[in-house]
């Protein structure tokens, strides 16, 4: 199991594939090479690399991949994106689900962060 699960941003984009396309991590991990599967699981890929900042090895690791199985998912998709427009209309509505989760956890953070002090300069 990678250490990547244990990150927030790593559950959400699994989370958030898995809302838009209905398979979850197990169905994603198993070493099927079925389209919609590998899809997913590149989409996945390809969505760490733009939106964390892990590293292609980490990020393969996820499913058991080797490094450059990443890189090869990125290009993927980009191509997907540019020749199938129904997939970039999927792939754009979870980047923004992805983008508007990440900026509300950004913002609870930030509220649950305990105020810096303010020091007063006294006057004699």
Do not use: C, W
Request: avoid cysteine.
């Amino acid at each position: 199991m990678s250490k990547l699960l244990k990150n927030p941003d790593t559950k959400l984009i699994i989370e958030v594939v898995k809302k838009h396309t209905s398979y979850s991590y197990k169905d994603l991990n198993i070493k099927s090479r079925k389209r919609p599967l590998a899809q997913a699981r590149f989409l996945i890929m390809h969505l760490h690399l733009i939106h964390t900042k892990n590293s292609p090895k980490d990020i393969g690791g996820l499913f058991g991949k080797d490094y450059s199985i990443v890189y090869y998912a990125d290009k993927t998709i980009q191509n997907l994106m540019f020749t199938d427009r129904e997939f970039r209309k999927v792939t754009k509505l979870i980047e923004k689900d992805i983008i508007n989760n990440l900026k509300a956890i950004e913002e609870e953070s930030t509220k649950t962060s305990s105020p810096k002090k303010e020091h007063s300069m006294l006057t004699i």
